[in-house]
């Protein structure tokens, strides 16, 4: 999981413009709930329009918002809500869930059906596989109460919000990675931080086989590119001494090409960014003293 900034991404006018679908449904969707008695759900759909998946795949890069894993060659995505619209599963009462908020641009994210969807999954460390995947969950820490009415403050849950944003906190001072299992666990030592962490990777499902597999060998490719570019920069040192000319131009422009090619790791569109700048920024700073 990697920060992400929604501001580079302009909210599609659907969700936004006045008197557009998705102020409207809002509108609809208060009412709805506003009755004495609800008997039925309200059913939401702006969400799911094509320019709101679009701008997410855009925002995204076409990665999931929680596992970085590239998917529309298989799949087309979910519309992720941050904030289950429809109920909270973790709440005291499930129903309703942040209606409210089920066009809001801020609490849509792009995700892949294995972090979003209840599927069963085998997990690093289990034995057999268990039904997981995040849906309607948002659990909060202890001493913390869901905010299920339009006409409270939701603020007022912040301090007690355990799933981690990529739009609001930066994962990379939450999640670390094991470069040689592609195991990833809390990094920080504070109490709260490390329970965000690893509600985040329960809830998320971060921990599933296939995935942590996945970043095994992403780690593996980028330490090959490693290893390539220290050899590139020993046979710079090994020719600094050396009467020919073409030989130091020669080397110098292998260790550049190299790092050119551990740097392309670090693109925007990669897989699994965050795993990567642990390893490649660790590098720098060991080896050129360049920080990040």
């Not at 981690?164 to 990094?187: A, Q, R």
């Not at 809830?203 to 996945?214: D, E, N, S």
């Not at 570019?229 to 090409?257: G, Q």
């Amino acid at each position: 999981m990697i920060k992400i900034e929604r501001t580079k991404i302009i909210a599609p006018e659907i969700l936004t413009q006045e008197n557009g679908r998705g102020p409207k449904e809002t509108k609809k969707a208060i009412n709805h709930y506003s009755k004495p008695i609800v008997t039925k759900p309200y059913k939401f759909s702006v969400y799911s329009d094509r320019r709101v998946k679009e701008a997410l795949i855009t925002l995204f890069d076409g990665k999931c918002a929680y596992c970085e894993s590239r998917f529309l060659h298989v799949y087309s995505g979910d519309v992720e809500h941050f904030r289950p619209k429809g109920k909270i599963s973790d709440a005291d009462n499930p129903k309703p869930g942040y209606y409210w908020l089920a066009a809001d641009w801020e609490n849509l994210l792009l995700s892949c059906r294995n972090c979003n969807q209840k599927l069963k999954h085998l997990t690093v460390g289990a034995t057999d596989k268990e039904t997981m995947g995040k849906m309607d969950q948002f659990p909060l820490d202890d001493g913390g109460v869901h905010v299920q009415n339009h006409a409270k403050d939701i603020s007022s849950e912040e301090p007690f919000r355990l799933l981690i944003n990529p739009c609001i906190e930066n994962p990379e001072d939450y999640f670390k990675y094991s470069m040689e299992s592609g195991v990833i666990m809390p990094k920080s030592t504070s109490i709260r931080e490390k329970k965000m962490a690893l509600e985040s990777i329960r809830v998320y499902v971060l921990q599933r086989v296939p995935l942590v597999q996945a970043r095994e060998r992403k780690a593996i490719e980028i330490l090959a590119q490693i290893q390539r570019v220290k050899e590139a920069t020993k046979n710079v040192s090994d020719h600094l001494d050396d009467n020919s000319d073409l030989k130091k131009i020669y080397f110098d422009k292998i260790l550049k090409k190299e790092i050119k090619k551990l740097k392309q790791f670090l693109s925007p569109g990669e897989e699994y960014l965050g795993l990567a700048k642990q390893i490649i920024n660790k590098f720098f700073e060991e080896n050129f003293q360049i920080e990040n």
